[in-house]
């Protein structure tokens, strides 16, 4: 187990906590509870792969243990934000700011499993970063990485929630982890009491279809015209309820400047994003040339566009409003719809 581990955090993993295959008790039917209530919206994938999150064995039968492994993102410099530029702008989730996470975590992943091969060449090792089947939070709260808090986040004592997630299955048999973690979540539900949209509807119980990260990512329509108002100057992702986290308060826990985290430092999306500068963009090609390497790149550019004429409508950039009757008239009706809302807005 100790060897794992070393292994793990010398290739640049901050956090790392071996469990069992199984799942502990309770985690699937929350989550399955969760799904069947439709609080997943439109991400159809969750509902379809129910079945397959009832633990790891469901993708490695042979599965004997879960690596879980766990890297911090939030930058300590200039308070942890940048400063606001002077024009009207939307603000951008701290996990966007650089490259995207996934291909880091990915290279990472690969170089540890390189090496456990080489170590244990009888063993399989099965890797997932946020995409597959796997209910990692729940893994990593077993491992003892930290605790899934009031606003569904996992808080780590070192790093609060501000940490990306990734698992090694394997049928390797490692002995779990076991630290004497202290309380991270004082039930103090205020976190439950700041959400915009209220999409926490219950500590612990988030309802994704008003979560301002769902709506401004994964939704793929009209996002509802009650929740626009409520949206306020996100433009992509949303950190408000881990922002006023008390385990996350200060920025004092920001990651060590190493060659591991350098690609979540390169600004890419940076903090803010100038509202005009989405606006105009006005082909899949320069949205993907502004965008490469950004997490942002997900959205595309119709959706980012969408997501700005809400900012635009509520931060008040009546500067934007010969740009928004111009894409009021835009091909894609997505995008007429929200422009026309924000000029109205504005008016």
């Known amino acids: 187990m100790r060897k794992v581990v070393k292994i793990a955090e010398e290739i640049g993993f901050d956090l790392v906590g071996i469990t069992g295959a199984e799942l502990m008790k309770g985690a699937f039917e929350k989550y399955k509870g969760w799904v069947k209530e439709g609080r997943a919206g439109q991400m159809a994938y969750l509902e379809k792969d129910v079945g397959r999150r009832r633990g790891v064995a469901q993708i490695m039968p042979e599965a004997q243990s879960v690596i879980c492994l766990a890297v911090n993102y939030c930058r300590q410099d200039k308070g942890g934000r940048e400063a606001k530029p002077d024009k009207s702008v939307g603000q951008i989730a701290r996990y966007a700011y650089g490259q995207d996470y996934h291909k880091i975590l990915e290279k990472m992943l690969k170089k540890l499993t390189r090496e456990l091969r080489e170590k244990f060449p009888e063993n399989q090792f099965k890797t997932y970063v946020d995409t597959g089947a796997v209910l990692e939070k729940a893994y990593a709260e077993q491992a003892g990485l930290g605790e899934i808090g009031e606003n569904t986040t996992l808080i780590t004592p070192k790093f609060g929630s501000f940490v990306f997630l990734a698992e090694v299955i394997t049928d390797l048999k490692l002995k779990p982890t076991k630290p004497d973690l202290p309380p991270l979540c004082g039930r103090c539900q205020v976190c439950v009491g700041v959400c915009p ?33 409520l949206m306020g100057d996100w433009l992509y ?32 999306g940076g903090d803010w994003q100038i509202l005009e ?58 995008i007429q719809e929200h422009a026309q809302w924000a000029i109205n807005r504005l008016n």
């Open 237 to 268: 992702g949303c950190d408000v309820c881990q922002e006023i986290c008390p385990q996350n308060m200060g920025w004092a826990k920001a990651a060590p400047k190493d060659e591991a985290h350098a690609p979540f430092t390169v600004k890419i």
């Open 197 to 229: 949209t209220r999409a926490l509807v219950g500590p612990n119980e988030l309802d994704a279809r008003r979560c301002i990260s769902y709506l401004t990512i994964e939704h793929k329509g009209a996002i509802p015209e009650e929740l626009r108002p």
């Open 277 to 334: 500068e989405i606006l105009r963009l006005k082909t899949d090609e320069e949205f993907k040339e502004k965008f490469a390497k950004s997490p942002i790149k997900r959205t595309g550019r119709e959706r980012l566009i969408r997501n700005a004429c809400v900012v635009a409508g509520n931060v008040g950039a009546v500067e934007l409003l010969p740009l928004l009757q111009e894409l009021a008239h835009d091909k894609s009706e997505l």
